[in-house]
């Protein structure tokens, strides 16, 4: 079938089969592997892209839905640098093996979108469906603390 | 054998219309949480139909004497409504605590139903709060039929959720255990619908999830809240009852030892929560001693 979608800003039309999952789309036709596949059943957290800016497991989403729709991954966050959020999990040592960084980086995204200044628990209840095996999350919570200060400072 | 094709009606008109000239199998898909679960088995003929797109499916509404909320509101929408949470906040409560951020944006009303999970968040509350559904037939026909009815393999579409005005009772509540704080599935969990006045309950509705195939009413641990004053003793027989529950409904599982003990705790604060008072208040540390 054939959809039409907004990847990373940029208007994207393609045939898909129907039963092709966004994650697999995102990496395996667009080559976007910053999205990870982790569990495939929304335990994870690694696939997470935003979908109109909203954090959503994109292995436990049919490609097709996407149509007309904007999706984010975190090669589109911030062209190709980083942004201060990832600057952030760099500073507060939030990433050592790496790969649920992107996930988390974009659930944070979407957090400090809808919240932002976020307390600690909010951050840690936004964060619960993205999990990491190396840091602990102290670090990852941390940054994502820094990077809402900053972002708050800024705007004063 | 003819390959899956898709449909996205954009309302009920279309989807009305496009049932209706399917012949063959038909598969619906909204938020996708559970059916794209790896290893479970995704259609391969028929139509599949993207319930996402329909105006029409996701809405709240609560100025009517019921709340209706439309089959594929996500559950992130029933979190975060205000009004919804001013008519039966243990929906808001039992949406919040509903997997994680990510399955909350994505995942419907209508799919908690559908799916039948023992364990669904969504259900003990529905199930207390006496809900009827909106169901569409493939021919295009549509009825209504209490939840405790429904058949999650008739294959009828859940277009809309009624909480009727007589089960939205003022205090509600909703409680769960997990294997941990969020993005659990829950162990056990309970719902709670009561009238409460001059410290004294009235009319009570309890439910449980995870104590069964489906989520039930309580009946006794109802009788043992329903027209008693808040107190002590009230809440050890709620307590005793909730226990008795336990034991009737899941008898030698190797679940059951633990359960009879943590729904005393569940039962506690599910009344803490009702009553907007602290689990660590006097009363319920009375009423464990």
Known sequence: ?????????QAIETEISPISRLSGFLRDVLGLTGVKEGC???ECGACTVLLDGQPVDSCLMLAFQATGREITTIEGLCGSGVNDLQQAFLKMGAVQCGYCTPGMVLAAEGLLHANPSPGEAEIRHAL???ICRCTGFETIVQAVATAAAARQGAER | MNALAVSAPVDMAELRATL???AGPVHF???GTDMLIAGRPLPETGLLIDLARVAGMAFISTDGTDVRIGGATTVAALAA?????VRIPALCEAAAQCGSVQIRNRATIGGNIANAAPAADLMPVLVAAGTRLALLKHDGTQYEAALCEY???????????????RGLLPRSAFVKLGSRQDMTISRLNLALLAEFQSNHFGVVRVAAGALGPVSSRLHRAEVALAGRKLGAATLRDFIAALIDEVDTAIPGRNSQLHKRRAVAGLGLDLIAQAMGLSPRDRLFEEAAG
């Open chain 2, 20 to 22: 209706a000239a399917e």
């Open chain 2, 29 to 31: 898909v909204a938020g």
């Open chain 2, 81 to 85: 409504d205000c009004r919804l949470r």
């Open chain 2, 151 to 165: 058949l999650p393999n008739s294959g009828h579409l859940i277009t809309e959720v009624i909480l009727p005005e």
């Open chain 1, 1 to 9: 079938m054939r959809m039409s979608l907004k990847v990373n800003g």
């Open chain 1, 128 to 130: 619960a469906g993205n």
């Open chain 1, 40 to 42: 495939c059943e929304g």
